[in-house]
């Protein structure tokens, strides 16, 4: 208990004092997860939608592995990016391993089916009919696409804060292809294994808190936005 | 806007649910397909509207041919309307502005178009907290306001109070005799076909049994079929 509360002291010292290895631990933390959102968003809510709307043989066992995905853990495909990056590896000519770029593939790899997956849920339910609508006063498919993305937003707003949500509290997957190197690969929960490992509780709470504060304050832009269209 | 169909076929599963040989409609008709539960009325619309296509057989719409200019000349009103999550003036702003329409000219139409439906007074509300009766006149009013040249109709008041009934059959009747569209309308209310309908077509078991004006399908020349649904009160 007592490291609790000396770690919530921690985190207001940490936060105040603006130590700048911490921050940019945040700000690396902040980039890599936001960046892998973003790409993964790009991809995953168009498919999701398609997915989700169209009938064609095979999307029984698509849905099916996108929700398989969905649970894989972070650090089996932080292993397998790894060995994909590895210099004996396919993709080893590019030297990503150990790099905030494989940090971001791995987490981009982790959110997309989750964005994907929530998605489609979301458009199976009400997509048909939006279609129709858009349909029906002859719009085209971009038309179709752009409606059905306004009038699935809050879906896609939720399905794009589970996967930040991924994305910024995952540890596993970064640990293995950033390997945690000071001042270049390490984020806010590397940081957090590691001072556990240290013995340094109160310190792991506050960056665990100040975590928690930045998911927080990015959450709440993000609900503010939804409610605002 | 004429319609012919020829050979039409609609199965699914395997099973047929519409067969009709063929059917005309004039340019400026006003029909009312009326006939029982599951006789394939809606289908017939929806492969019209081009929702669905048929198993077999060919939709021609004249003097249109091209696939974008059928469908952005015609539109359909389900009984249960999908408003958008936005305004009621959004919604019935919504096939003008997909048609890239100037906004000044947007605002002229929703807003004679509101007006028109009594609805004016609700522009700023949020489409999902309005009644049935009020839903309804926005779907109807975002139909009318491109002033389509075909407009199918499934059911459009079912389930809805007398008085919007009766503002919603104004409000068409009125909008026919000024565009002289081509209308199809689905409905189970045989005084409302009578009022508004200049002919009229009895669909059963997927067939269209009976066809023609109103004076024919239900006066003494009408088939035994359709007067026996009339006096079991099933249409």
Redesign the interface.
């Known amino acids: 208990m007592q490291n609790i509360f000396e770690g919530i002291k921690d985190a207001l010292i940490l936060l105040t004092t603006l130590d700048p290895e911490f921050y940019a631990i945040v700000r690396l933390s902040l980039f890599v997860s936001l960046t892998a959102t973003v790409l993964a968003s790009i991809i995953a809510i168009p498919s999701g939608i398609v997915i989700g709307i169209k009938d064609f043989p095979g999307k029984k066992i698509i849905i099916r592995v996108i929700y398989t995905l969905m649970s894989m853990p972070p650090v089996v495909i932080g292993l397998i990016i790894f060995l994909l990056l590895l210099r004996s590896g396919p993709f080893g000519h590019y030297r990503l391993n150990f790099t905030p770029t494989a940090m971001i593939i791995a987490q981009f790899c982790l959110v997309t089916p989750i964005i994907t997956g929530v998605v489609v849920n979301g458009t199976k339910e009400r997509g048909q009919?939006?279609r129709?609508?858009?349909?029906?006063?002859?719009?085209?498919r971009t038309?179709t696409l752009w409606?059905l993305i306004?009038?699935l937003r809050?879906n896609i707003m939720s399905a794009i804060v589970t996967g930040y949500g991924r994305a910024i509290s995952e540890v596993g997957a970064v640990m293995v292809v950033g390997g945690n190197i000071r001042g270049h690969t390490r984020v806010m929960t590397t940081t957090i294994a590691m001072l556990r490992n240290m013995g340094e509780y109160s310190l792991a709470i506050a960056t665990g808190i100040v975590l928690l504060l930045i998911s927080f304050f990015i959450n709440s832009l993000l609900y503010y936005w939804q409610q605002e269209r | 806007m004429k319609i012919q169909g020829t050979g039409i076929t609609k199965a699914f599963n395997r099973k047929t649910v519409l067969d009709i040989n063929n059917f005309t409609v004039e340019d400026g008709d006003f029909w009312g397909i009326i006939g029982p539960n599951g006789s394939g009325k809606s289908t017939l619309l929806r492969l019209i509207?081009?929702?669905t296509e048929p198993s077999s057989g060919e939709i021609t719409y004249e003097p249109r041919d091209k696939e974008?200019s059928i469908?952005?000349?015609?539109?359909?009103?389900f009984q249960k309307p999908?408003l958008?999550?936005t305004s009621v003036y959004n919604n019935v702003a919504?096939?003008l502005q997909?048609r890239q329409i100037h906004p000044t000219e947007i605002r002229r139409k929703v807003e004679e178009m509101l007006t028109s439906f009594q609805i004016e007074s609700l522009a700023n509300q949020k489409a999902w907290t309005l009644s049935g009766g009020e839903a309804q006149k926005v779907a109807l009013a975002r139909a009318l306001v491109?002033n389509p040249e075909l407009i199918m109709l499934d059911e459009p008041t079912a389930n809805i109070d007398p008085a919007s009934i009766m503002l919603l059959e104004d409000r068409l009747r009125s909008h026919y005799q000024k565009s002289k569209p081509t209308v199809l309308m689905v409905t189970h209310n045989l005084q409302q076909t009578k009022r508004l309908c200049n002919k009229v077509a009895f669909m059963y078991e997927g067939k269209i049994h009976d066809y023609g004006s109103i004076e024919h399908v239900f006066g003494p020349d009408g088939t035994s079929l359709v007067k026996s649904f009339i006096q079991q009160g099933i249409i």
Request: charged content about 25%; glycine content about 2%; proline content about 3%.
């Open positions: 009919d939006i129709e609508l858009a349909r029906t006063f002859g719009a085209s038309q409606l306004r009038e809050i | 509207s081009k929702l974008q469908k952005r000349s015609m539109t359909l009103v999908y958008l999550r919504y096939p997909i491109f």
